[in-house]
C-alpha cells in the first residue's frame, strides 16, 4: 500500500544537533552544580521532551531545579544556534523529492514549538512540511500522540504514514500508533536498540528513504546541485 505521509523525527534525523545538545545539557549542569552525566546517558535523553529529559537524567529533581535547568538549557542552546546546526547530508534535497513526488511530510519531535521555529527560520525549511507536533503542545515521546494526531490534522490512515527517526522513543511511537517506520544507523541511538522496534529498514543517509518509497531521486538531485 503507497504511503501518502511521511513524518519525520528532527534532532539526529534531519538536523545533525545531537553534540549540540550534549554539550548545552553539560553547560546547563554545571550552572547548577549538578553532577557531571557521561556523554551517553545525554545520547540516551535525546528524542524526549526537555521536562522528561531532566527527570530522567536526574532522578528526585525538584520543580525549581528543573525550571532553572530549562531556562539554561535553552540559553546555551540559542547562542549556540548564532551558528545553526547544519541539515544531514542530503536532507534538503529528499524532502524536496518526497514532496515533488506528492508526499506529505511532518515532523513529531522532542523540541519546543519555539525551538522548532527557530530551526525552521534559519534552515528555511518550515515550508517543507504540512504540519508538526512539538514536546511542548502535547505529550512526550514515546507515546503515540504526536502521530495519532498528526493522523487525525491531516486525515490520513496508520497504514498510509511512515515515521522516521534515529532513536527508540521515535520507533516506539509509530508502533504503538500502529504505523510503519524507518530507522536511521547515524543519530543518538544504536542500531541494535532501534532493531528491538522492527523497522522496515535502518538507512544510512536519508536519500536512501526515497527508493524504498519509490521515488525517483536522480532528476531532482540534479537539479538542486
Given amino acids: 500500500m503507497a ?27 554545571a550552572d ?6 557521561e556523554d551517553d546517558a545525554v545520547r540516551e535523553i535525546i528524542g524526549l521532551g526537555l521536562p522528561e529529559a531532566l527527570r530522567t537524567l536526574y532522578p528526585g529533581i525538584g520543580d525549581r531545579d528543573l525550571e532553572r535547568m530549562r531556562e539554561r538549557y535553552a540559553v546555551h542552546f540559542v547562542a549556540a544556534e548564532a551558528s545553526p ?4 547530508p542530503g536532507a534538503r534535497e ?50 503515540p500522540a504526536m502521530v495519532t494526531e498528526l493522523l487525525t490534522e491531516l486525515g490520513v490512515a ?6 522516521v527517526g534515529d532513536t527508540s ?13 524507518v530507522a536511521v544507523s547515524y543519530g543518538a ?17 536519508l536519500p536512501q528513504l526515497l527508493p524504498l518509497l519509490g521515488v525517483d531521486c536522480e532528476t531532482h538531485f540534479e537539479e538542486t546541485v
Fill in 85 to 88: 546546526s547544519r541539515l544531514y
Fill in 169 to 181: 522513543f521515535d520507533l516506539q511511537m509509530a508502533r504503538d500508533a500502529g504505523v510503519d517506520r
Fill in 3 to 29: 504511503y501518502q505521509l511521511v513524518i519525520f523525527d528532527w534532532d539526529g534525523t534531519v538536523m545533525d544537533s545531537t553534540g549540540r545538545i550534549i554539550a548545552c545539557m553539560h553547560q546547563a549542569g
Fill in 32 to 37: 547548577l552544580c549538578l553532577p557531571v552525566l
Fill in 189 to 205: 541511538h544504536p542500531v541494535d536498540r532501534l532493531m528491538n522496534f522492527h523497522p522496515l529498514a535502518v538507512i544510512d543517509a
Fill in 158 to 163: 496508520p497504514e498510509r504514514a511512515l515515521v
Fill in 94 to 143: 529528499t524532502l524536496a523529492a518526497l514532496r515533488a513526488a506528492g508526499l506529505r511530510l511532518a515532523v513529531a519531535t522532542g523540541k519546543s514549538r519555539k525551538g522548532l521555529d527557530r530551526v525552521w527560520a534559519s534552515s528555511g525549511l518550515g515550508d517543507s512540511f504540512d504540519a508538526s507536533r512539538c514536546a511542548d503542545e502535547t505529550h512526550s515521546k514515546p507515546h
